[in-house]
């Protein structure tokens, strides 16, 4: 079993990042089930806007992109910017569009039978507006999404510490990550063993 870790941080490395460090504990309980998992942090990258898979000379996307559908659990973890996703964010979900269309050898689209998740940090509120925005798009591009399969954390309104400075709601966070390690992965490992049907004879219409 593979998991990448799509890190939309606008912090390049190696400044740290919360949204990374909140990342690391799913990833934590990811490895200690049997996954492997690799963190790509987007902002490290060239990846210019679009809605195709490759978009030529300089774009890293093609080898992220082989990445993702390489791997059977996807997790988008993101900031929380003035209630929205980050920017890098909705960038990957921009170049993701392009899956829509694309299907494997044996017509099914390439998302099918691949798992999500999202993990969302901030020290304001919103995080369930960006899990909800995250995962509608990933739904759409042909993800699956279990129950529980997100894990945030926030101060609550005003300013105030980011996550890695304080203990605040570290608690619930352990127990929320665990638990979303272990749907993404069971939903996963139910998917290998019965992949999603599609029937290409059929027509949409």
């Known amino acids: 079993m593979r998991a990448t870790i799509l890190n939309c941080t606008l912090k390049k490395s190696p400044e740290p990042s919360n949204t990374q460090d909140l990342a690391d504990l799913v990833a934590a309980n990811l ?5 492997g998992v690799r963190t790509i942090r987007l902002v490290d990258h060239n990846i210019p806007p679009g809605v195709a ?3 030529g000379e300089g774009d890293d ?3 992220i992109r082989q990445e993702i559908l390489g791997s059977q659990i996807l997790i988008v973890a993101s900031p929380t910017w003035v209630g929205h996703p980050s920017s890098l964010a ?10 829509l269309s694309e299907t494997s050898d ?12 999202v993990v969302v940090t901030g ?7 960006v899990i909800s925005e995250i995962n509608g798009g990933l739904i759409d ?4 999404v279990p129950g529980q399969s997100w894990v945030y954390w926030n101060m609550g309104p005003g300013p105030g510490p980011s996550y890695s400075d304080t203990e605040h709601g570290h608690k619930y966070v352990h127990q929320v990550a665990s638990l979303m390690a272990r ?3 069971a939903v996963a490992a139910a998917l290998r063993e019965r992949p999603i049907p599609v029937d290409i004879s059929r027509e949409a219409g």
């Open 31 to 35: 490895q200690d089930l049997g996954a």
């Open 53 to 55: 898979s490759d978009l």
């Open 61 to 63: 996307w093609p080898e």
């Open 90 to 99: 909705q960038r990957a979900l921009e170049r993701m569009d392009a899956m």
């Open 106 to 117: 044996d017509g099914t689209p390439v998302a099918y039978n691949h798992v999500a998740g």
């Open 123 to 129: 020290n304001e509120d919103g995080a369930h507006h």
């Open 141 to 144: 591009i042909g993800f699956t």
């Open 183 to 185: 749907n993404l992965y």
